[in-house]
C-alpha cells in the first residue's frame, strides 16, 4: 500500500503535458499539465451529469445531496484503488424500481436504509472477491444470468416512464426526439451527451409551454449544504433491493475490465476493491439522503475519446461536483427539470438498460436454441416486466427480485440436471466471456 499511496500522491508528467503521442494514452498515474487536466476533469462532470441528476429527479431524492454524494464517492473510490482505476461513481439506474416501491410503502427514509443494506453487501462481495479472486462471479452469473437481469431491470421500469410521458406528451416527444438526433448527429463528446443536450432542449420547450416553476430557484441561496435525511431500516424492503447487487457486481467488474483492455494494464487485482470501494460510497449515499453510485460508462466513453486515463482528471471531477453541491441555487434548479421532459428521457434510457441486457447476450455469443439459456431468459423476463408480487409476512419481493432470483435459480438447476442426463447441449453453444456492463447513459455507444 506504501507504493500505491505514494503513486496516487503523485502522478508522473506525460511527455510534455500537453500533447499525446499517437498510439500512446494517459496512464492512471500519468497526467497532463494540471490547466489540462482541470478542463479534462470538468468534462467529465459534464459527462455524468444527465444520466446522474434523473435518477434523484425520478426518485424525488434532493439533486443537491445525490451530487454530494457521488462527489464523495468518487474521491474515496479513488483512494481505496490507490488511484489505479478511473471511475466516476454516479447514480445507479438499478435502484430506482426499489427506491420507488419502498417510498410508497414506508416511506423515503426507508428506501435509504434499502440503499445502505445493498452498500453493505457489495462491500462484503468486495472483500470476498479481494481475498479470494474473481472467478467464482463468472461461475454465479454467466452472460446468460447477467443479460437478463440487466434486461429486466430497464424493461421493468417502462411504466414509470409512461407515467411521467402522459404529463406532457409533447414535451416528451420533443425531448426524445432531440436525444435521438444528436446522438446521429454529431460525433465524439457531443454525441455522448445526447441525454444531456436532449433534456436542455426539452427543458427549452417546457418553459416555453409554461411547464417551469421559477419560485424555489428564486429563493435558493447561492451557497450552503445539501439538504441530509436520516435513513430508517425496514426489513419488508430487502427484497426489493438485494437483487440490485448482481447489477452493481456486473457494473464494477465490467468497468475494470474496461479500463484493463484500454489501457493495457492488468488490474484484475484491484477489482475486490473496486466493488469494496462502490460499496461503501453506497452506504455513504444512503446514509445522508444521496441515490446508491456506480461506475460510469459515459465516462469511459470521455477516456476513450481523449485517450486519458489519468486518475487526476477524476480527482478535479470529483472536487468540481463537491463545490457544485454546496450551491442550493444549482440543485434548485435541475429540481425544476418537468414530468415531460424526465418520461422523455427515462424512455430512453430505460430503453437502453433492456438493450444492453440483450447487448451482453450478442457479445458473449449466448446460444438461445439452448433450452437452458432460453428458459432462464423467457421465464425472468416474464416475471420482471410484468412486475410479479410476493409478499412473504413482512417480506415483499417485486418483477426485479423475483426475476434475478428466477433467472439464477433457472439456470444452474436446469443447467446441472442436464449434465447429469446427459441432455446439456453447452458443447453447441460458442465459448462466452465474462460479462460486464455500465447501466449508465453512453455504454451503448462505447464501443462504436
Known sequence: MG????????????????????????????????????????????????????????????????????????????????????????SSFAFIAPIAAASNLFGQSSALGGIISVGVLLAIVGLVVHFAGAKWIDIVMPPTVTGTIVALIGFNLAPEAWNNVQLAPLTAVVTIASIVLITVLFRGLVGRLSILLGVLIGYATAAIRGEVEFDAVRDAQWFGLPDFTAPTFEPATLGLFLPVVLVLIAENVGHVKSVAAMTGQNLDDVTGRALFADGVATVLAGSGGGSGTTTYAENIGVMAATRVYSSAAYLVAGLVAFLLSMSPKFGAVVATIPAGVLGGAATVLYGMIGMLGVRIWVQNRVNFSDPVNLNTAAIALVIGIANFTWVVGDMRFEGIALGSAAALLIYHVMRQIARVRGTSQEAASPASAPAGTELEEGSLRREQ
Do not use: C, N
Open 3 to 90: 507504493a500505491e499511496a505514494r503513486r496516487f500522491a503523485g502522478w508522473k508528467l506525460h511527455g510534455d503535458g500537453r500533447h499525446i503521442s499517437p498510439g500512446t494514452v494517459v496512464a492512471p498515474d500519468e497526467r497532463l499539465s494540471w490547466p489540462a487536466t482541470i478542463g479534462i476533469g470538468a468534462q467529465h462532470v459534464v459527462a455524468m451529469f444527465g444520466a446522474t441528476f434523473l435518477v434523484p429527479l425520478i426518485t424525488k431524492f434532493d439533486p443537491a445531496t445525490t451530487l454530494f454524494f457521488s462527489a464523495v464517492g468518487t474521491l474515496l473510490f479513488l483512494v481505496i484503488t490507490g488511484g489505479r482505476v478511473p471511475s466516476y461513481l454516479g
